[in-house]
């Protein structure tokens, strides 16, 4: 796990923070995340172009994502807490984004089947008034069962997982494609580091208790 902190604020184990909290990401699995902690938060959706950069890691894709994303919605919320996170998927050295529809999503369970994959989700938690910014990445490592092409096509059709990387939701039925996970946070791999998130709040002096 990395962790980068640019001249947090402490808390000192006190809520000091009555700064609004932004999500900016659209997702409902993010948002359902988020709001176990109950802190009241908005969303907005980032206008940021996901596409990897020639040579770059998944691991620096979705750091450079989660960054943009937070600092694209910060604009439209100059007072505010926000949070980015991105996730990307790599599988035999490549990377895997969202399918986006059915037949690209055959093709990456078939790729992913017996295999392990990595997933990179990013964090960023950008202060919007103080220009602080604090970054972070969970990484975690999941093999996948030797799925039948069946079995690949049915879990599809039932769940429709097309616009999450690596075309698994391991939230729902998705689990059932997996053999074993490791890694940093599970919550990681619906979309958003609580573990992580947690620590940055507490950092900008925002808290859930």
Known sequence: M????????KNHGKILNSQPLVLASTSPYRS??????RLHFKTAAPDV????????SARDTSLRLSRAKALAVA????DALIIGSDQVALLDGQQIGKPGNHENAVRQLQAMR??????YTALTLHNARSGETQTGVAENRVSFRMLTDDEIESYLRMEQPYNCAGSAK???????LIERMEGDDPNALIGLPMILLI???????TSPF
Do not use: C, H, W
């Not at 172009?49 to 770059?56: I, V």
């Not at 604009?75 to 100059?78: A, C, L, N």
């Not at 620590?199 to 002096?205: R, T, V």
């Open 170 to 176: 391991s939230e729902g039925l998705g689990i059932a």
């Open 199 to 205: 620590s940055m709040l507490k950092n900008q002096g």
């Open 49 to 56: 172009d996901e596409t990897p950069l020639p040579g770059e």
């Open 75 to 78: 604009e439209r919320f100059p």
């Open 32 to 37: 359902e995340l988020l709001s176990r902690l």
């Open 114 to 119: 017996g295999k392990t994959v990595i997933f």
């Open 2 to 9: 990395i962790y980068i902190s640019t001249s947090p604020v």
